[in-house]
């Protein structure tokens, strides 16, 4: 859980985060020529906000789950929006739970990947 000493990570992570997701924008608005229709960069600050506490408690993260599957349900995206959101996403869960330098480093393959596959 969260401590007195814990708050610098916390907060680093959340710099990671909020940089990545952001990158991922650029990054789709430069291959794509639009934004992101997705709530992406709210979502993932979310995500990164709840993480610490949801990963040490089963009932909260299947409440937390449930609540995210739900809210996904509801948003539309487009087919050509999906995969960058997954990456924004999996590297928000990947960073708040603690280990950045993992997700820093798939987020890494995977934008060279989506940036070298065709439209």
Avoid: D, R
């Amino acid at each position: 859980m969260l401590n007195e000493h814990s708050i610098p990570a916390f907060l680093f992570q959340l710099f990671v985060l909020l940089i990545l997701v952001v990158l991922v924008k650029i990054i789709f608005k430069k291959k794509h020529g639009e934004s992101i229709g997705f709530p992406l960069l709210s979502i993932a600050i979310s995500l990164g906000i709840l993480m610490p506490f949801v990963k040490y408690s089963n009932a909260l993260g299947l409440v937390f789950i449930g609540v995210c599957l739900l809210l996904f349900k509801s948003i539309e995206t487009k087919k050509s929006e999906v995969p960058f959101v997954v990456v924004a996403l999996s590297t928000a869960i990947a960073v708040a739970s603690g280990f950045w330098v993992l997700g820093l480093i798939g987020w890494t393959i995977a934008m060279i990947v989506l940036l070298l596959v065709k439209k």
